[in-house]
């Protein structure tokens, strides 16, 4: 609270107190500038907060989990930092921050689909420097999501699509390989997630270790052994390596996850499981809110004017209006200046 309120020196940052738990009784923190956010979505998240029922609340991402727009979705619907640039920066922008007590994480509300691919540094840098990092993002979440699953569908149904220099390489490549092309594709990507999490759970030195050994040994044994394919240890590496450039570790988490699927649709239907899987995961998007604000902002609903601080970065001089989803629709509120 200290952090944010010596970036935010203004009357007008209110705080309300919340409990939240019904054994440990935590406290719990609404903060909001008056007169610019959205009073609905204070109202809204406030009682959905008053409305959790459970025993113990420990920490921000615990209590998010209790009020999600759908809790069913594996898609992140609010976002979560621990910088208190960040959360300044979102507060002065008309979000609704909360904080709950002994976590060092804090949510803030609206949030939509694009916002987890922007990050605090892109401001602190120059502005093409800046959209030059979204572009590579957005192309690293087109990597991630397909390139494993259009593998596996190219050389299981779509040989035509293979250039004829390249069909040669890749044949004697999976001339040795017993296992079909979607057992070998999902075999490689459950160890690269093993990895991934052991590395999160040893000491640093020994991660180097790990990364060396899994990476470098393992998979040329595997190669050698005829278990895999030179041209998948490529393709699942390129993935693995384009889901870490995604800021968020929960929305890579979640595409993770959903790479796994599009991987056996496009192994049973070839490129009509692809597209059948990414044509869903975009209908799903489209029908997540938070907080009641759609997901998908500002491409649905359309906001062109919002795409300056979205998939560009432009200069602060020509973002001198705050975003749609966050602008105030308070028939009272006052007029200040931006």
């Known amino acids: 609270m200290s952090l944010i309120r010596k970036r935010v020196r203004s009357s007008h940052l209110k705080v309300i107190h919340l409990s939240v738990g019904e054994i440990s009784k935590t406290d719990c923190y609404v903060l909001y500038m008056e007169d610019i956010a959205n009073e609905d979505y204070l109202s809204e998240l406030i009682r959905r907060i008053k409305n959790v029922e459970i025993d113990a609340i420990h920490d921000t991402n615990m209590l998010l989990q209790c009020i999600d727009d759908n809790p069913y979705s594996m898609f992140p619907q609010y976002m979560t930092t621990e910088r208190p640039d960040t959360i300044a920066s979102k507060l002065v922008s008309g979000k609704i921050v909360c904080l709950v007590d002994g976590s060092p994480s804090l949510l803030s509300a609206p949030s939509s689909f694009f916002e987890f691919f922007a990050s605090a540094d892109d401001y602190y840098q120059r502005w093409a420097i800046g959209t030059a990092t979204l572009f590579l993002r957005f192309m690293a979440l087109v990597i991630t999501v397909t390139f494993t699953a259009l593998y596996v569908s190219?050389?299981?149904?779509?040989?035509?699509?293979?250039?004829?220099?390249?069909?040669?390489?890749?044949?004697?490549?999976?001339?040795?390989?017993?296992?079909?092309?979607?057992i070998e594709a999902l075999l490689m990507e459950t160890t690269i997630e093993l990895l991934r999490e052991a590395g999160a759970r040893l000491p640093t030195k020994i991660v180097q270790t790990i990364g060396i050994v899994g990476g470098i040994v393992i998979g040329q044994a595997a190669v050698q052994a005829g278990l895999t394919s030179n041209v998948l240890i490529i393709s699942v590496a390129s993935s693995a390596i384009a889901s870490f450039v995604i800021p968020s570790y929960i929305m890579s988490a979640a595409f993770r996850l959903s790479r796994f699927v599009l991987i056996c649709l496009a192994g049973l239907w070839g490129n009509l499981g692809l597209v059948i899987g990414i044509a869903y995961m975009v209908i799903h998007l489209s029908g997540l809110t938070s907080l009641g604000s759609s997901y998908l902002t500002p491409v649905a609903p359309f906001q062109p004017y919002d795409w300056r601080d979205v998939f560009f970065r432009f200069p602060f001089r020509l973002l001198n209006r705050r975003p749609t989803q966050n602008r105030a629709q308070n028939k009272t509120r006052q007029k200040m200046k931006r």
């Open 154 to 182: 190219i050389t299981s149904f779509h040989y035509e699509m293979i250039p004829e220099n390249l069909i040669l390489t890749l044949t004697t490549s999976r001339s040795r390989v017993p296992f079909p092309t979607i």
